[in-house]
């Protein structure tokens, strides 16, 4: 998916996520549907957890609300499509 940006906000959109290089994956974002595993936990990530913190962080939406066991990449794709994000290649622009 492409999301529109400012230069300053796809500046910062990945230099949050360049910051969390080697960080572990979220083995517990599984579980966490079971559990109250905090999403915004920037010890280690789920890949949608990383899309939608670097989102906040740049700006490009408020703070999002999700429980904090209760976050999918069905949510992930929801939340960029009504912020404007498009399919590369599908002509849905």
């Known amino acids: ?54 989102t906040e962080k740049a700006g490009l939406c408020p703070p999002l609300y999700l429980p904090t066991n209760k976050f999918n990449p069905t949510g992930a794709a929801c939340i960029w499509s009504a912020l404007g994000a498009s399919y590369p290649g599908s002509g849905n622009a």
């Open 1 to 54: 998916m492409e999301l529109p940006c400012t230069p300053v906000q796809s500046s910062l959109f990945y230099n949050y996520a360049l910051l969390q290089v080697g960080k572990p994956y979220d083995k517990l974002a599984i579980l966490a549907f079971f559990t109250d595993r905090d999403w915004r936990d920037d010890e280690a990530w789920f890949c949608d957890e990383l899309l939608l913190a670097c």
